[in-house]
């Protein structure tokens, strides 16, 4: 089965009441998984694609929010609080996730204490990350918010590399394309990365933490130890 931390952190007795209701499926550019203002019907949980969480407004005009991958489970606060989501799921990046009946998931909840736990300490990261991106954006720089941004996104991905365009690097950070081109001009100058066809590469992380802001150090302290306790399970091979 291909990795998801959500998945591999699940205690074996979770692990056998939810994997038999699991579905792996590949994924595009676009696809709308949820949508904004519906209830959460199924959840997912990216393998090898990248999910952004995007909030449309009246006049038709879009925002990401938040780009979760492997470590993530989308519309987690929605499915928790059993209300209609706020934003909408859709693939900023194609590659295979997992699918799973919000139903199947809900029973199971109601019955694991360990389950429940580990969905509420997810949760609380997400608010985490929310709270510091809010934060992050009035006080720091555009090239500090990226490098902070990509710093984190390569941390949790595991990878080297994030498979974003500019584009969505502009709707992340709330910023125009050219402000986001300026900020990865500052980064590729440092020698921290590198960028071309829409995939960023890192290439001297020490680099690319000292261009970022302080946020990834507040970022690494509170969100990931929540998670960190079980994220030696793994999930096993279908």
């Known amino acids: 089965m291909l990795r998801n931390h959500t998945l591999a952190a699940l205690a074996p007795d979770d692990r056998a009441a939810l994997y038999p209701h699991l579905a792996q499926r590949s994924v595009g550019r676009g696809e709308v998984l949820t949508s904004q203002g519906e209830t959460v019907d199924d959840v997912y949980f990216p393998a090898s694609a990248y999910l952004a969480n995007i909030v449309t407004f009246r006049d038709g005009s879009s925002a990401e929010a938040f780009v979760m ?17 706020a934003w909408g799921v859709e693939v900023a990046a194609p590659g295979e996730v997992f699918q799973l009946p919000a139903s199947a998931l809900r029973r199971r909840v109601e019955e694991s204490d360990d389950l429940r736990a580990l969905l509420i300490r997810r949760a609380y990261d997400y608010q985490a990350q929310a709270a510091l991106a809010v934060a992050c954006a009035g006080a720091h720089t555009i090239p500090q918010r990226l490098a902070r941004l990509i710093l984190a996104s390569t941390a949790r991905l595991e990878r080297a590399e994030l498979r974003l365009t500019q584009e969505d690097l502009a709707r992340l950070l709330g910023v125009q394309r050219t402000s986001v081109n300026a900020a990865a001009l500052v980064l590729k100058a440092a020698r921290a990365v590198t960028y071309s066809r829409g995939v960023i590469r890192v290439t001297d992380r020490a680099a690319l933490t000292r261009e970022a802001c302080e946020c990834i150090d507040l970022e690494e302290t509170l969100c990931r130890p929540a998670f960190r306790s079980q994220a030696d399970r793994r999930p096993e091979p279908a």
């Open 69 to 85: 991958g492997c470590e993530g489970v989308s519309g987690l606060a929605a499915f928790l609080s059993e209300l209609p989501c």
